[in-house]
């Protein structure tokens, strides 16, 4: 079966893109098929996937528009293959209308699921990231989903904005939406860990959710690899294989894999 990951938080800039792009690549690396999906008018994992997301058409714009017209839209044919192996389909700025668009949808948060019931049997994984919001993009990616990675910023307090994003996640399987939504756990991203900061963060996730929220073990580290990588429309892995980044997207992606056992 296809496990379909949205990574989500509502907080801006806790690296949700570049946990992304590195589990696509990473994966990918490790043989499974992987498609990533940028579902974020900002289009920034279409960028880093090294598109121009002015240029690229059609787009996953183009498949909520044609639903939300009541046409039949075949997906595929906005799907591309990356240098690095995966396939994406991509955003576009336009895609920020759809959002508004939405609310007037029938079924307004299965529109994604309708998109891809056609191409979800090709993969082994679809990765799909989120703009920074609650909005209906992310509970379309959510009520989708098999799984939700969380990724948070180590920093001090950053731990509380996780409440919000699941309480969406929680209203999701009330709703019905999507009752078998699993959590498939907590990143913690940019971290500086020559202070005891990613230590009390732990300890306050560990308190606050503990109680079944993996939290993985790999802590993401800070490093200006990263933007540098984005720049050069690159995974990390592709960037700076040897790297300390590189590895430890690697190892979130064996836990990953591992989980579904
Ligand atoms: N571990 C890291 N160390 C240093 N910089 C990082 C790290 N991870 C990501 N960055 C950089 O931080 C910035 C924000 O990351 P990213 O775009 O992945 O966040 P995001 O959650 O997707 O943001 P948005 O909410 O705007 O979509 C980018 O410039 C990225 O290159
Ligand atoms: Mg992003």
């Not at 240029?55 to 839209?73: H, L, R, V």
């Not at 994406?88 to 949808?105: A, D, F, H, K, V």
């Not at 994604?112 to 920074?132: R, V």
């Not at 498939?184 to 990613?198: K, P, Y």
């Amino acid at each position: 079966m296809t496990r379909i990951i949205t990574v989500a938080m509502q907080k801006g800039g806790v690296g949700k893109t570049t946990t992304t792009i590195n589990l696509a690549a990473a994966l990918t690396e490790s043989g499974q098929r992987v498609l990533a999906i940028d579902l974020d008018p900002q289009s920034n994992l279409t960028q880093h996937a090294g598109f121009d997301p002015d240029q690229i058409s059609p787009t996953i714009y183009d498949g909520f528009k044609a639903e939300m017209d009541g046409f039949e839209s075949d997906i595929r044919q906005a799907i591309y293959e990356t240098d690095e192996g995966f396939h994406l389909l991509p955003s576009q700025p336009e895609l920020s209308l759809i959002e508004l668009g939405l609310i007037n949808t029938l079924s307004r948060e299965r529109v994604l699921a309708t998109l891809l019931e056609n191409i979800t049997a090709a993969y082994d994984i679809i990765l799909i990231d989120c703009n920074p919001s609650l909005g209906l993009l992310v509970i379309n990616a959510l009520t989708v989903a098999t799984g939700v990675i969380i990724p948070i910023q180590t920093e001090y307090l950053a731990a509380r904005g996780a409440l919000m994003i699941l309480k969406s996640i929680e209203t999701v399987r009330r709703k019905k939406l999507n009752p078998g939504l699993r959590i498939e756990g907590i990143l913690l991203t940019m971290a500086d860990t020559r202070t005891t900061l990613t230590r009390d963060i732990l300890a306050a996730i560990d308190s606050q959710y503990g109680d079944g929220i993996h939290i993985f073990e790999t802590i993401i580290k800070r490093s200006v690899r990263f933007a540098e990588s984005a720049v050069a429309g690159q995974s990390i892995l592709a960037y700076d294989p040897n790297g300390v980044g590189a590895a430890a997207y690697r190892e979130v992606a064996r836990q990953i894999l591992q989980q579904n056992l």
